[in-house]
């Protein structure tokens, strides 16, 4: 592959409901979107999921889009590719910046797919042709407000219903959407907001039959979540904590997890998110793929590699229709009883919407 030009993009896109975690509110989305072209006019497109403050990770907006002029884009400009996998081996000598890498890894997989002609879910290896998903609920002002917003995802048919705890929003809440919800597949994320002093309130959630509770402890660590794991019943799952195959591979075997979310960007691009699903397959760990509110675009990333085998709980990959007014992909992404059917066009399988991402671009800079 010869990429011939690049263009990144400042976007702004308003969510229809703000979303709020452990660590903060989101009313808008800004993100950083890729494209990558060849020389015969076929675009390739990725999106970057830092967000604008570091609270999630220490990655945000600018520091990804730093690390994509200065290192990332001349390395791609001066390289031919011979195949996206050789991508993350070229970024190799960067340290981290999982997303910055992941969003023009993204976007040179998708370029890859479509001058082969085939969708980027068999790129990766992926048989599968539907998907079941799940959604995840922010932070609400009150419990009644929660207990529709549950009411109505079960009534769509999502799959599984993800709540944001904090400590204040945490074990009297999933007590009250027990009490409604009896049989729910129900899971909490905590988003790295306790610490092993707060065991005793951890270990009551085990009386609430959850699926799995996501990131308890600090964003970096596996040795607290392992005596934690020891003391719970309710399996933990990682996201925060895990940007690689073989942080995957030492959380397993301290007995850190027993599920693992794999988000593309957090683990540095497609390649990675593969070797890690492949990794859990091998240690009988289930995964899922995560979500960072994404656009149209990195929702259909989540799509494809959501297609591998071993994604076999839901994720939080949810329609377009529960984030924005009108996404920048046609056609949206929708969901039917709880299941996603992968797009069968080459590439991310959506066609881009060139009009609604101009009137969203705040800057954009050409490379080439
Ligand atoms: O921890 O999974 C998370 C959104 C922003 C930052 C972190 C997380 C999330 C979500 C949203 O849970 C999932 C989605 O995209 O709907
Ligand atoms: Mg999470």
Known sequence: MKIK???LRH????????????????KEKEFILIEVLNHDGLSGWGESVALTIPLYNEETLKTNWHILEDFLIPIVLKNPISHPEKTSQLFSHIKANYMAKSALEGAIWDLYAKEQNITLAQALGGKLTDIEVGISIGIQENISDLLSLISQYVQDGYKRIKLKIKPGWDVEIIRQVRQQFPDIPLMADANSAYTLQDINSLKELDNFNLMMIEQPLAHDDIIDHAQLQKHLNTPICLDESIHSEEDARKAIQLGSCRIINIKIGRVGGLTEARKIHNLCLSYNIPVWCGGMLESGIGRAHNIALTALPNFSLPGDTAASSRYWDQDIILPEVTVHKGIITIPSLPGIGYKVNKEKIEKLTLFKKTYD
Do not use: A, G, R
């Open 5 to 7: 030009q690049i263009i």
């Open 11 to 26: 976007m702004k896109m308003s969510l229809l409901s703000p979303f709020t975690t452990s660590f903060m509110t989101l």
